[in-house]
């Protein structure tokens, strides 16, 4: 059996690394004192992971762990229970059970949505710009290696992020968009600005960047996003 | 919800989630509920602060209290605070984003005297006035606690009031105090309060103390210019650790830490008396708690973290008397849930390789043991209990355990030290090796041989020994690095710069507070971190100040000279010391107090407690 549970990673804790964040799931889950699957060996691990990892400083309404069992559960009052050993940053949205054998989430996620509230001049022509990017056939991105020492690899950012509709809000223009997870990658929310600021002009103050992934799901065969939980357990 | 730095401040720092809390087991009061409040500084970085023992029990005492919020905050890393001073934005609070300035205390520890400089950074980010005299009563008060405070003077400047001995019922007792001040209505202003809380035994007040100089610039007195101001503070001690609170639910942090597993303290205090250990002198005597209680502490701190790592700490945990059945006890009750239990040193005997093998039944990492000295005639100076039998027959044991690779701790500097007794350190090293080749009939154990330099502290035997200087340390290590160019053993030593200033801040007296604010002016932080270190900064801060290092460091004292921090006592005698002193000389051994004869050192009477020990004392509940 395995438990799948959709998670938060609100604004306090936006600065926690992806393994941070893995480390603090772990933690709560001994202290909740779930029957968790461990791996044989001298150095057991815990049987468990994360649909997608999240970059440092984005926020999400939609991360997903996914926890191999060793008994069954009830799912509500467990999840009341890890819900208390969770830090304040990390609320409990959703849960469900799956067969073992169950595709990983991770192989699942086709796709993720974003809101990016973002400093923009007032005087400048964003709407111009985001349907110049909006009609565009091809959009390049020299995408850094990670670990590539300055080393980067050419991505076609249409590919990932087709479409985007913006707003202003104030000083700020506010995002959103739909980006594509495929078996090969996929592109941080972030780089979509630096794509905007240095190939659209849009004048960015791109380090300020407010980030938060809304959503995580699947993705059929006609494009159709499909819900990575069964709808078992709603917090 | 916590008042944060801007998301461009922290995207473009190293390791960003050590400034913004959060994590499981902070406590955050609300302002109603909140009629004191102090925030624990630590003077370092984050992944050290949050491994610190006493703050975890003084956060959960204080905590505990109605009316009492304690926070914490630790020192910015260097890119840190220069986002934080081109933005003009303060150090706060971990728990409330509050700046340090509106608190009504921010309590410093001082773990080692290259930390004091960051002490000075963190009051100026938090917008409080550096020198003691500068605050008014907007201002909260500074306090600060641990173990440097045996000789608080080079920060006498700085520091409103400090804590002596241990923290666990004179916190709660200082609270008091304020809240009933505060209930009066503040009367008098900060310098009242000073008055009543030097009532409280165990506060040092330095502003209530004038110091006079000779003429050669030794100490000729120190005097209380107020009448409440006792001649003597004496530290403060639990006199017994099973009557105690002891933090069962820590913060647990996001991010990995120095010392990231559950730390279980089974006792404190350590009276092996080795004549060069600060801590082994003045945190007598032993106490420990019981195997019962520990063993219920354990229990609830894994309930409570999550952690699957228990470290059993104390000044030399192989020494806890009932240790044997309460690490197979820990196994036992843990093992199904993956909790690993894990000691911090070993005792140079086979009954440690033992317990380390019980408690690493699997993972070989290699073993560590400290010999400190290299001939037995240095070990009898510094009373190191420990025979060349006794070392091989521990590496014999880790040998036949399977262990192959060894660490060796050593100590260079050491009072009387000659050129034989660091060749010997050498000869050590290889013998270990051999022993390896006898009981295994293969080469090529790893040794490695870890060399650190003696400072002198106050309140040691040695508090009259000149530190060797730095020309001398050099000449001691490279004659050992030659001595050591041997296949297989490894050296490690570092360039003992840092070790100067440490042993000149160490028996410093107060002129050096200008030292240390001219520093710290010039650019000083993070000294413990070498790649922050100066030398050439602290000699010259120093020297503009008209004082020498050599007076503070190098120098032998005379048996009759006051020291500069004799008006706060551990409460081992100034005769006992000296004894000491005097037997080192003649290669004479003192045994442990603890199962031989009392050595007179003067802390029981004097504090009126006495020796805990389980075994000796026929509660060996451990045993079934």
Known sequence: ?235 | MTKQFPIDILSQVQKPARYTGGEFGSIIKTAEDTKVSIVLAFPDVYEVGMSYLGFKILYHILNKEEGVAAERVYAPWVDMEAKMRENALPLTSQETGKTLRDFDFVGFTLQYELSYTNILNMLDLGQIPLFSKERTDEDPFVIAGGPCVYNPEPLADFVDFFIIGEGEEIIVELMDAYKQWQSEGLPGGRSEFLQRVVRIDGIYVPSFYDVEYLPDGKVAKVKANNPMAPAVVKKRVVKDMNTISFPTAPIVPFGEIVHDRIMLEVFRGCTRGCRFCHAGMVYRPVRERKPELLKQLARELVDNTGYNEISLVSLSTADYSCLAPLIHDLITELKEEKVSISLPSLRVDSFSVDLAKEVQAVRKSGLTFAPEAGSQRMRNVINKGVTEEDLMNAVGAAFESGWSTVKLYFMIGLPGETDEDILAIAELAKAVQYKYFQVTGHRGAKVTVSVSSFVPKPYTPFQWKGQDTIEEIRRKQMLLKDALKVKNITYQYHDSVTSVIEGVFARGDRRLGKALYLAWQRGAKFDGWSEHFSYSRWLEAISDCGLDKAFYANRDRDIDEIFPWEHIQPAVSRAFLWNEYQKSLREELTEDCRHGKCSGCGVCPNLDVKIIDWKEQGHDEAKN
């Open chain 1, 1 to 235: 059996m395995k438990l799948r549970i959709k998670i938060t990673k609100d604004a306090g804790i936006r600065f926690i690394s992806h393994l941070e964040y893995v480390r603090t799931i772990e933690r709560a889950i001994r202290r909740a004192k779930l029957p968790v699957a461990y791996s044989e060996g001298f150095n057991p691990h815990m049987k468990f992971s994360l649909a997608s990892a999240l970059g440092v400083g984005v926020t999400s309404e939609a991360e997903f762990v996914e926890i191999e069992l060793a008994e069954e559960i009830d799912l509500p009052s467990t999840m009341i229970k890890l819900a208390v050993n969770l830090p304040t940053g990390i609320r409990i949205l959703a849960a469900d059970l799956a067969d073992t054998k169950a595709d990983k989430l991770m192989a699942q996620a086709g796709g993720a949505d974003y809101k990016v509230v973002v400093p923009c001049r007032e005087d400048c022509n964003w709407q111009a710009a985001v349907d110049r990017f909006n009609e565009a056939e091809s959009v390049l991105f020299q995408k850094p290696i990670p670990k590539g020492r300055g080393m980067t690899k050419e991505i076609e950012v249409k590919s990932f992020i087709d479409h985007l509709e913006a707003e202003r809000a104030g000083d700020n223009l506010q995002l959103t968009f739909s980006c594509k997870i495929t078996p090969t990658g996929s592109m941080k929310a972030a780089e979509l600005l630096l794509v905007l600021r240095d190939s659209f002009e849009l004048p960015l103050l791109v380090e300020k960047a407010d980030i938060l992934r809304t959503d995580l799901y699947a993705v059929d065969k006609d494009g159709k996003k499909m819900p990575l939980l069964k709808p078992e357990y709603i917090a």
